[in-house]
């Protein structure tokens, strides 16, 4: 979390120290997924864990702790696998990276209609306004919401957008993970 500013809120901290864990895997990752949970909770109720995760002694503001889960199925769409899952009690939160094509908004009135899904992404990837992006989204139980945004181009930690409402799809998305 070296690159993680101490006064931002505790889901803004989890989703930078996630984009920077992201980043230092380098570019074209398969989308991860994370459960985050409170730090002083799992300090108290899992102290085995905690100290494998290097959490141990006390620290004056816990947060979140992001623990990655196991890798998303790559035969599946994200969305029908995102409405797979149940989260225990103990996870306040999710998040997700996942990386992809975006074109600026000066693009959309060139979109061809009636495209098939397929067709578009081809058209997309091979648009010249492309951009590649790693998207970095998590939600809270409670409906808290922040994104970050780190694009190819300018893959710097002081290049990284944030924000509630950046990638709103996703987070709706994530959400539906804490629905009965």
């Known amino acids: 979390m070296s690159n993680t500013p101490m006064a931002a809120s505790p889901l803004t901290r989890a989703v930078l120290e996630i984009d920077e864990y992201a980043s230092g895997l380098g570019w074209d990752q398969p989308a991860?997924?994370?459960?985050?949970?409170?730090?002083?909770?799992?300090?108290?109720?899992?102290p085995g864990l905690a100290a494998?995760?290097?959490l141990e002694g006390e620290q004056e503001n816990p947060g979140l702790t992001p623990i990655e889960q196991d890798e998303i199925p790559t035969g599946k769409p994200l969305d029908e696998f995102l409405g797979t899952i149940a989260w225990p009690d103990a996870v306040v939160g999710c998040a997700l990276t996942v990386e992809r094509l975006m074109l600026p908004p000066s693009a959309e009135a060139q979109v061809p209609k009636d495209l098939s899904e397929a067709a578009l992404t081809k058209w997309v990837a091979e648009h010249p306004d492309r951009q590649e992006v790693r998207m970095t989204v998590a939600v809270l139980r409670d409906g808290a919401r922040e994104s970050a945004l780190r694009l190819r181009e300018k893959d710097?930690?002081?290049?990284?957008?944030?924000?509630?409402?950046?990638?709103?799809?996703?987070?709706?998305?994530?959400?539906a993970t804490f629905e009965d």
């Open 52 to 54: 494998q995760l290097g």
């Open 32 to 46: 991860r997924l994370f459960a985050l949970v409170d730090t002083a909770r799992l300090r108290a109720q899992e």
């Open 156 to 175: 710097s930690p002081t290049d990284v957008l944030t924000g509630a409402d950046l990638v709103p799809g996703l987070a709706q998305a994530l959400s």
